[in-house]
């Protein structure tokens, strides 16, 4: 990835507000809300814009969280609740009018943490510290 990819979608002005409106849309949604209880949403939110603004060349590097595998351990996070947010990314990115071709580049990184953060069972989650539970969303209605 060309360290200019922040620059072209618009720098991180751009991908903040990305943020800012796909949180509108998961703090909202019936089911991925719940994987948010108890998180501040300015910290969700500035996280994710720092940790994609280094991962699309922005200097100097501000990111100083945990990777995603380890920040997502202790999620049960499926296929379908992975695309579900995906889709919701899709949307955005074209809500807010990042080019198709800079929204096509942006949802491939997305996919390429895919394998990071899904898990096919419970049994492959983990607390990231010794107090911490397992979270498990059930999907509403089943």
């Given at each position: 990835?060309?360290?200019?990819?922040l620059d072209e979608v618009g720098g991180k002005a751009v991908v903040k507000r990305v943020h800012k409106n796909l949180y509108d849309k998961l703090l909202s949604h019936p089911w991925l809300k719940d994987f948010f209880v108890g998180m501040e949403r300015w910290h969700l939110e500035d996280q994710q814009t720092d940790f994609m603004a280094d991962l699309f060349g922005g200097k100097p590097?501000?990111?100083c969280g945990r990777a995603p595998m380890r920040a997502h351990q202790h999620l049960f996070?499926?296929?379908?609740v992975f695309m579900i947010?995906?889709?919701m990314l899709a949307?955005?990115?074209t809500e807010v009018g990042v080019s198709e071709d800079h929204k096509a580049q942006?949802?491939?990184?997305?996919?390429?943490m895919k394998a990071a953060i899904v898990k096919k069972s419970v049994d492959e989650c983990e607390g990231r510290y010794k107090?911490?539970?397992v979270l498990v969303v059930p999907k509403p209605g089943s």
């Open positions: 990835m060309d360290a200019v990819f590097a501000i990111y996070i499926t296929d379908e947010r995906h889709d949307k955005t990115l942006w949802l491939k990184m997305d996919l390429g107090t911490e539970k």
